[in-house]
């Protein structure tokens, strides 16, 4: 029940406030010194029954952008995030960077050392008062975020905030950050209008209607249409209508690095992750919201196509390198567009022999495609793959309602994927440590969902472990987490092979500054926080100890970890 209640409130205090008028569930903090009139406003507004966000203590920084980021992902709802000056801010960079590659909108807000040395209440105290000024605090952030700003008045608050939310979440969508200097938090401001609605709603973008027309001709008149997608198919509906217009049309896609799923895994005209042999005879290329459709050297188009850039960002505006072509390019959210095109292709004449045709190779080209997945994955004569752990936890997901947070661990088309919002991968920029914190992020917006956290060993110890396994345990969020174990950096050894495949590098018994031996006994790790640990070594348990951790995580409302050994890819 809302209480309205008069007078004043200090800033700290005023800043939740608003938050919870915005929508915000969640403030993950990590806190510091700077952050007294922060806590000194949750208690005055607990005192006065305000209701406000729930603030949540997260021992890490990495960890709290990570938990907003995956509470995005299930929720649709943008989160808070509030960290301790400078320090904190730096160790929340990559999370904010990996929400901007993302198009993830979230608050992120932090501290700012007092400005003043002495003679105002929030001044300067202890040595850090100084030890953490930066000139500019906010470069630490701003190139991943659409806005940024320092609070200069605590009547500002309301309206700030109002306006960081709306950038936040409009089309493109992104991390805002707003600095919080110390002595300003201090002050009292008027409770006056902080529950109030919003005042400044975000922009949602939609196509160019003529655009949609001369996409829908296009594909309408070719005859071997590609779509390769990265970023989903928009939300639930629009998944489910890019299913069907994909199998009506007979129209090729390709998860070709895909950090959300856009179609199921088992559809027919699912042609698998390289769209190389598509391309190659493809008269048309939709690119749905792909930062980087295909390898420029590796892949080739065909001569004549024609490239559709269909996004929030087609172009990718943020990033200053980003040549490929396009020869019509159509912006507006995908949920939206994804449905628009298919409308303006309904009414549109076509060839049904031509299409059953089209659709019959896509299906047997599917078929094969999958079997040769499941033959390779299946082979365990060496011992534990990648592929066979992927194999093995797709079999053991069927029918159960979840998502894979996948981070150098098992592979989209390996492990079987068939459902919205079942399949996330880590983000191109390559900000590591990102799947165990985002999986207990999604784990939070939905209870009943298991998720799971795939990752190499590698990530594993990128993600904080000890900091995240703490959050589990004391949020109660039931996570499954499995470490493909290849004691080394494998995705480095892979770069360096792909560019010096007859060099020295990989000539040599052991790459240099790659290896990450001796491997510490994760289960250990898990266990110090109560977690259900195992380690995995013989290809013939796996799919029994899998079955055992789901168990634990569904029934027993317990984190498990399974420690696997594979080999390297």
Known sequence: MKHTVSGDITAGGAIFTRLKALGVDYVFANSGTDFPPIIEGLAEASAKNIELPTPIVIPHEHAALGMAHGYYLISGKAQAVMLHTNVGLSNGATGAINAACEQIPMLLMSGRTPVMEGDRFGARTVPIGWGQEMRDQTALVREACKWDYELKFPEQIAGLLDRAHAIANSTPKGPIYLSLPREVLCEATPREGLEDPATIRPVTGAPNPSDIETAARWLVEAKNPLVIAQRGAGDRKSFKAFARWAEEWGIAVCSWWATHLAISTEHPCHVGSDPGPWMEKADVVVVLNCIAPWWPDKHKLADGAKVINIGPDPVFSRFPVRNFRSDLTIAGETALTVPALIDAMAPLKRDPGALAARRDRLAKASAQNRASIVEKATDTTRGITKSYVSHCLGKALEGVKSSVFSELGTILGTIKREDHNSWFQEPHSGGLGWSFP????????????????????????????????????????????????????????????????????????????????????????????????????????????????????????????????????
């Not at 770069?495 to 289960?523: C, H, I, Q, W």
């Not at 259900?532 to 029934?555: G, M, N, S």
């Open 438 to 569: 985002t999986a207990l992020g999604a784990q939070l917006a939905e209870p009943d969902r298991v998720c799971v956290a795939t990752m190499g060993d590698g990530s594993y110890m990128f993600s904080n472990p000890t900091a995240c396994h703490q959050i589990a345990e004391a949020l109660e969020l039931p996570v499954l987490i499995v470490i493909l174990n290849n004691e080394e950096w494998g995705a480095v050894r892979a770069s360096v092979t792909g560019l010096y495949p007859s060099g020295f590098a990989s000539r040599a018994n052991e790459m240099p500054l790659t290896a990450l031996k001796p491997s510490p006994d994760f289960t250990n790790v898990a266990a110090a926080s109560r977690a259900w640990a195992r380690k995995v070594t013989d290809p013939d348990e796996l799919p029994k100890v899998i079955e055992q951790a789901l168990r634990v995580v569904r029934e027993n409302r317990r984190v498990a970890l399974l420690d696997v050994r594979v080999l390297p890819d």
